[in-house]
């Protein structure tokens, strides 16, 4: 017979005995375990859109939007203008009254949204110059089945919306919008595009140039945050073509494929142009020495550039007549061949400089194609110009002073960027660390194997780090980039989010289930728009690992790490000693344990243990048996975890 109250003494006297055992020995601490392991993480649950495995649902959707532009440089007056023709689709099962776009370059009009914001010093805005920045728009029109369409616009700050008398129906509605836009260039344009005055010429880098669609998807709706200086930007994908008419003396690399090589180029570099395609060696299209010799452009007034780019989310270019233009062949997992292209000023080349670039940008696509997914377009371009840093699809530019290893690493780290976020595209505006957190990782990964390690990162001292993130003016990573302070959006987006999949990858799943769940992750996405939570889950389903304690504690919060060794006892059993090894976890966030164990002889042991003898205890117990002497106990020796407090990390035997 089942008898409760016989149950009910036995579960308060276990419950007791329990209870003695926590506290004794205990160490003061913060850790709450129900709070790092609480089930109730997510919220929502999966749905037809977006599955509960974090991957697209069976009825995703997203809209698609190509582009048709002609465009003008003109040089003297450092001004783009041109026509855009907007193709939009309508996949989504919504009618759509109005449409939103993006009109990014309204944030260098002296009266912008973002100017308000933007400090004396930033790195973004047009950094106090004084120009009259911003969109001219003209000739605005939609058309609808070949016909014209009623509607009223209006453009606030960084955003246009379209209302239109009927509204564009669910289920693959179509409209086309054109217009006519202009607009002066800044020097610096947040630090994302510009002009450079080199010796030989200036350098234009040229993006955020044409009017684009917003996203309209099934988180928000239409997303239409204004564009402020320091987030970047969440774009629909499509076809773009385009055509950039410049002075003949210049040079043009754009995204995608260049048509009209024949037009553009001299009957010698055609013929350069077209070997390097089959050459893994670097090819001078037009060397250093050629930069000032006339002959090395067509003899005419202008030239008209033409590209394609499939299945984008932007494009951009880069214009000058100061071009040393190198370039190599780039050879994919598929079989496909792509073409690595460098372009740059006299003072920028060198085998220090960028002499190497082209070398450096196959590399670079190489390794990530094999490691994560192939790389999707006919070119990979770098401008040396004065931008910093920064990525497009199919080109990125990049500090033209970089030397040696910053040289590797700046384009390293914008290419990695086709990644995240040109083929899974996350939305940057909102969640920065899901583009440059990623790619940061991937990074330290290529970084490793360039060239057999010659620009190797030397491993980070975690604790070291985990002293600087104590630091409460960090903020946290799940903030938009402009809303955190502009001094902490290095650690916040780039930094943090790059060491925590550090940790997950070599310290808790270890690099096998990291990089099929990291990798199912990018195919799953590509082309698409995951968010925060479809990462978490698509990671988590994969590694077959309930995660949310590692999301909850070092991108949602702000929890510090730090485990401690309580004490060591020796006991005797069958003729052997029993250390008994005791460690508490002391601050909020949980972590495997890493314990090296010294012997009298200097043998060394590495135990680990896993994060889950922390989901009910606040201190743990290791029996460790040996027949010899032990002399110290160390936590965590490697310092690979960021742990707070070293001081309370080990133990030696007087």
């Known amino acids: 017979m089942f008898n409760k109250s016989i149950l009910l003494g036995a579960l308060l006297f276990a419950f007791?005995?329990?209870?003695?055992?926590?506290?004794?020995?205990?160490?003061?601490?913060?850790?709450?375990?129900?709070?790092?392991?609480?089930?109730?993480?997510?919220?929502?649950?999966?749905?037809?859109?977006?599955?509960?495995?974090?991957?697209?649902?069976?009825?995703?959707?997203?809209?698609?939007?190509?582009?048709?532009?002609?465009?003008?440089?003109?040089?003297?007056?450092?001004?783009?203008?041109?026509?855009?023709?907007?193709?939009?689709?309508?996949?989504?099962?919504?009618?759509?009254?109005?449409?939103?776009?993006?009109?990014?370059?309204?944030?260098?009009?002296?009266?912008?949204?973002?100017?308000?914001?933007?400090a004396a010093g930033s790195r973004y805005g047009a950094r106090g110059e004084k120009l009259e920045g911003g969109y001219k728009i003209e000739g605005l029109s939609v058309v609808q089945k070949l016909k014209p369409v009623k509607f009223t616009s209006l453009i606030e700050d960084t955003r246009m919306q379209i209302r239109l008398a009927e509204p564009l129906a669910a289920n693959g509605d179509v409209v086309t919008i054109k217009m006519n836009f202009a607009f002066v260039v800044p020097v610096n344009g947040s630090d994302r595009m510009g002009h450079l005055t080199t010796k030989n010429g200036e350098i234009f880098s040229i993006a955020q140039w044409f009017p684009r669609m917003c996203v309209y998807d099934d988180v928000l709706g239409w997303n239409t945050l204004p564009y402020w200086g320091a987030g970047e930007f969440y774009c629909e994908y499509g076809d773009i073509d385009f055509s950039i008419t410049a002075p003949a003396s210049h040079i043009v690399m754009g995204s995608g494929e260049l048509l009209n090589p024949q037009e553009v180029f001299t009957p010698t570099q055609l013929q350069r142009w077209n070997a390097a395609k089959s050459s893994d060696q670097t090819i001078a299209i037009r060397s250093e020495s050629e930069v000032n010799d006339p002959k090395s452009r067509p003899a005419k007034d202008k030239l008209t550039w033409k590209y394609k780019i499939k299945n984008t989310r932007d494009a951009a270019w880069g214009s000058s007549k100061a071009f040393v233009l190198d370039a190599a062949r780039i050879n994919l997992p598929s079989g496909k061949k792509a073409l690595a292209v460098a372009a740059h000023p006299v003072e920028s080349n060198g085998k220090d400089g960028y002499g190497r670039a082209a070398e450096y940008v196959k590399a670079s696509i190489e390794h990530y194609s094999n490691k994560w997914f192939e790389y999707p377009y006919p070119m990979a371009i770098n401008v040396a110009s004065n931008v910093g840093g920064m990525e497009y699809p199919g080109i990125v530019f990049c500090g033209w002073k970089a030397k040696n290893e910053s040289a590797w690493g700046v384009i390293d780290h914008e290419f990695g960027h086709t990644w995240f976020p040109m083929i899974v595209g996350s939305n940057e505006r909102k969640y920065g660390w899901m583009d440059?957190?990623?790619?940061?990782f991937i990074n330290g990964i290529s970084s490793a194997e360039f060239n057999k390690g010659e620009y190797k990162q030397q491993p980070e001292d975690m604790h070291k780090v985990a002293e600087y993130l104590q630091n409460p003016g960090l903020e946290y990573i799940m903030l938009t980039p402009d809303a955190m302070k502009e001094r902490n959006i290095g650690v916040n987006l780039y930094s943090k989010p790059g060491w925590g999949l550090d940790i997950l990858r070599n310290e808790v799943l270890g690099a096998d289930r990291f990089d099929y769940a990291f990798k199912n992750y990018i195919e799953q996405w590509a082309f698409k728009h995951p968010t925060p939570f479809d990462f978490f889950r698509s990671m988590e389903n994969a590694a077959g690992e309930d995660l949310s304690w590692f999301w909850r504690g070092w991108f949602l919060e702000n929890w510090k790490m730090d485990q401690a060794i309580n004490g060591v006892t020796e006991t005797k059993r069958d003729g052997k000693s029993v250390y008994n090894i005791t460690i508490a976890n002391l601050e909020q966030m949980p972590m495997p344990v890493i314990l090296e164990v010294t012997r009298k002889s200097g043998k060394k042991e590495i135990i680990r243990l896993p994060v889950d003898i922390w989901m009910r205890n606040t201190q743990w117990t290791i029996p460790y048996v040996s027949d010899e002497e032990i002399t110290a106990v160390v936590l965590d020796p490697a310092k690979v975890l960021p742990d707070v407090n070293s001081s309370n990390n080990s133990w030696k035997k007087n």
């Open 16 to 118: 007791g005995l329990s209870a003695m055992a926590q506290q004794t020995g205990a160490v003061a601490g913060k850790y709450d375990a129900h709070a790092a392991f609480s089930p109730l993480f997510y919220t929502q649950n999966g749905n037809e859109y977006r599955s509960a495995n974090g991957y697209p649902g069976p009825k995703y959707w997203q809209n698609k939007v190509d582009y048709s532009i002609t465009a003008n440089l003109d040089e003297a007056a450092n001004k783009v203008s041109g026509t855009v023709t907007i193709t939009y689709k309508n996949n989504s099962p919504d009618k759509l009254p109005f449409l939103w776009l993006q009109l990014d370059q309204n944030l260098f009009a002296p009266e912008s949204r973002g100017n308000s914001l933007i």
């Open 436 to 440: 440059e957190g990623f790619n940061t």
